[in-house]
């Protein structure tokens, strides 16, 4: 009877420590962020991004995301190879790994107004991984540069989001464009430079989809990503709800 209790402890533990190995590595590989250097600008320079993979390749999406703030990231290439990057807070970079699924990929990168860089990115998602749509995303400062590229780059991609917008989305025309645009805010988004009245005045006069959501929790600088600014505590329901959008134009 001893031995019989000692035999089914061992499985037990088997079965235990089998999960602990094994259920971490899993994890790892569906989140793992990899440093990509393959994209160029039309000079021939390097233009690097880090990329959260989807859990299976290749992805029917690719969201391009850039951070807020002063917008960057201080990319480094370990020596292992992995990426080092900074703004990990930043809404749309700490929910990479929740947009990250089997049909989403994320590329974090830097924001900016180049339109020759941002090119320089999509042709190299579209080089590999052809049938993908791509949307770009930003948030806060960085729909400075959704709004400016959704402008100026319309047909070149599905669509683009703009998540906690500056006052200037209001002027943002979304009729009769190639691209799909999604305008995201909190109803008590606190920031002076972010007015969610301004992403509600866009889609009454334009009629842009736009996702008002409320909950959460404030905390902090208003402008910062720790509180309704950057949807903390709601991070998954506004994630799922963008996907949602993405997802729905599929066919269009």
Same mark, same amino acid.
């Given at each position: 009877? /001893?031995?019989?209790?000692?035999?089914?402890?061992?499985?037990?533990?088997?079965?235990?420590?089998?999960?602990?190995?094994? #259920?971490?590595?899993?994890?790892?590989?569906?989140?793992?962020?990899?440093?990509?250097?393959?994209? *160029?600008?039309?000079?021939?320079? =390097?233009?690097?991004?880090?990329?959260?993979?989807?859990? *299976?390749?290749?992805?029917?999406?690719?969201?391009?995301?850039?951070?807020? #703030?002063?917008?960057?990231?201080?990319?480094?290439?370990?020596?292992?190879?992995?990426?080092?990057?900074?703004?990990?807070?930043?809404?749309?970079?700490?929910?990479?790994?929740?947009?990250?699924?089997?049909?989403?990929?994320?590329?974090?990168?830097?924001?900016?107004? !180049?339109?020759?860089?941002?090119?320089?990115?999509?042709?190299?998602?579209?080089?590999?991984?052809?049938?993908? +749509?791509?949307y770009i995303a930003g948030t806060s400062l960085s729909t400075t540069e959704t709004i400016f590229m959704a =402008?100026?780059? %319309?047909?070149?991609?599905?669509?683009?989001?703009?998540?906690? @917008?500056? !006052?200037? /989305?209001?002027?943002?025309?979304? *009729?009769?464009? +190639?691209? *799909?645009?999604?305008?995201?805010?909190? +109803?008590?988004?606190?920031?002076?430079?972010?007015?969610?009245?301004?992403?509600?005045?866009?889609?009454?006069?334009?009629?842009?989809?736009?996702?008002?959501?409320?909950? &959460?929790?404030?905390?902090? %600088?208003?402008?910062?990503?720790?509180?309704?600014? &950057?949807?903390?505590?709601?991070?998954?329901?506004?994630? %799922?709800?963008?996907?949602?959008?993405?997802? !729905?134009?599929?066919? @269009?």
């Amino acid at each position: 009877m /001893i031995k019989q209790i000692h035999f089914r402890n061992t499985i037990f533990i088997i079965a235990v420590m089998g999960w602990i190995f094994s #259920g971490p590595v899993v994890a790892d590989q569906i989140t793992a962020d990899q440093y990509v250097d393959s994209a *160029r600008y039309s000079d021939g320079d =390097e233009i690097p991004y880090v990329l959260t993979p989807s859990t *299976r390749m290749p992805p029917k999406y690719v969201l391009i995301v850039m951070p807020g #703030g002063n917008g960057t990231i201080g990319l480094k290439k370990e020596a292992d190879g992995t990426p080092f990057f900074t703004g990990k807070g930043n809404f749309l970079v700490r929910t990479r790994t929740l947009f990250a699924d089997g049909d989403f990929a994320v590329i974090t990168i830097d924001r900016g107004r !180049s339109l020759d860089r941002m090119r320089g990115v999509v042709a190299d998602i579209k080089a590999k991984y052809p049938m993908a +749509k791509v949307y770009i995303a930003g948030t806060s400062l960085s729909t400075t540069e959704t709004i400016f590229m959704a =402008e100026n780059m %319309d047909g070149e991609v599905a669509g683009f989001i703009h998540t906690s @917008s500056v !006052s200037s /989305i209001g002027g943002l025309d979304t *009729r009769n464009r +190639k691209s *799909r645009n999604l305008i995201v805010s909190h +109803k008590y988004d606190g920031c002076r430079v972010t007015p969610p009245s301004s992403s509600i005045e866009n889609s009454e006069h334009y009629g842009t989809q736009l996702i008002l959501v409320e909950g &959460g929790f404030e905390e902090g %600088d208003p402008c910062q990503a720790a509180g309704h600014h &950057g949807y903390r505590g709601i991070e998954q329901e506004v994630v %799922d709800k963008i996907k949602s959008w993405i997802r !729905s134009g599929a066919t @269009s």
